[in-house]
């Protein structure tokens, strides 16, 4: 919660004439505070998210507070009371940190790639390992939300992350069990969902084994207790909120990527008690085995699919069976060159 001061000084206060008994101007005690309260205006107003002049996500916070805390105006919010403050990491320090809800970490020089944007940066950025340490917004977060704007790094060899990767550490042993220790290739579109209940930061590291088209633009969002409707089921990395959308496994680049190995994690989507079954589709579906001997999977409800067939004809009727929670998980090599799925998914009325 910001507060704000506005002095609001009356036309017609400054146009009267002075009083001549000095004394008998003075007001009574209640009248001196009411009189204060006429000439200045307490505002207050939540520091919830805003959109900023330039599309991009930000918190409303007053003018002084966006820039005590590292962030650019963008814009105006709370009816003008406050700023649209947006945070974009400085990823030319030496050890860049992440302090305000939705912020953005690029490459230096984003959009463009880290070749092109390494010359802004003193030689000590120009490095294969950047480190971005997430702190707290307020002491009762629990939650971060991180998605990939716009993230091209290395693709991977046979689903191995052997030249770029992306790792997450430091986060709650809920998430750690389940966060991929390799993510790489094309991300754009994907998102994690990280619980740190019991900590006080994490840390992102994209490491690359050379500088070259890589480029990266990543939302941090935070969520606290209350936030009730934004809060993954804890378990969950992704969590879809809509009534309708689409699953992908990392990497799926359009049906153009390669399925990543080595990944156990649960795809969420959000109760709704008008719906019960989910109608499933997908005309790209490829994991490694077949039925009843999958070296990869995933389940929906009492279905669990593998290989290059998905339901019958591309269309699969999911069963209510209770939370809408998609395990999946990869095997250890991908030499087939497996390429993941993309199903799209709507909640029918029950």
Known sequence: MQWALLPLLASAALAAPQAADTAAALPEDGDREGKLFSVFQIVKFNNDAC?????????????SECTANGGEERGNCASGF???????????????????????????GYPSDVTTG????????????????????????????????VTELSAPMAGDCTNDTITITGADAVTMKIMPSNLCGTLTGSHVYISVKDVDSVTLTVSLSSQSTQKWNILVRQFDSTQTEYLAPRGCLQYYREDLGTIETFNYNGGNGELLNNHMYTMCIAQNDAYCDVALSSSSFMLGGSSGMCEDSVVFGTNQLCGSTFGTSGQLNWNYTGSYNVPFMSDATNTAMDTGFSVGFVLLPC
């Open 51 to 63: 959109n900023a002049i330039d599309g991009t996500l930000g918190t409303c916070y007053t003018a």
């Open 82 to 108: 406050g700023v649209c403050c947006v945070a974009v990491v400085n990823n030319c320090a030496t050890s860049p940190e992440i302090k305000l809800n939705n912020s953005y970490i690029q490459n230096a």
């Open 118 to 149: 390494a010359a802004s940066c003193a030689s000590s950025r120009q490095a294969s390992t950047h480190a971005y340490t997430i702190k707290k917004a307020a002491s009762d977060i629990v939650q971060y939300r991180l998605d990939f704007m």
